[in-house]
């Protein structure tokens, strides 16, 4: 998974519900954003679809890839 937020490019490689760091190149999904609506949602003021719906994130590639990368963590907002 790769994040493009506010034009700086990071990522995370998810496996076996272990996520390591990286510079997202090569990444199958992309979320871009802004910073402010990524914080929105690490600190559950959002769920990612109201964040979706609304514009503030959307999402390039495979967005099951997305979804079941997020789905490790235990954050109900990343789920939803």
Request: charged share 15%; glycine share 10%; aromatic share 8%.
């Amino acid at each position: 998974v790769a994040f493009s937020l506010d034009g700086e490019t990071t990522g995370l490689h998810v496996r076996n519900a272990i996520a390591a760091p990286t510079s997202g190149e090569g990444a199958t999904v992309t979320l871009h954003g802004a910073k402010t609506a990524w914080a929105t949602l690490l600190s559950g003021a959002a769920t990612m679809s109201e964040l979706f719906d609304r514009g503030d994130l959307t999402v390039t590639g495979d967005h099951q890839a997305l979804f079941q990368a997020f789905s490790v963590f235990d954050l109900p907002a990343l789920r939803s």
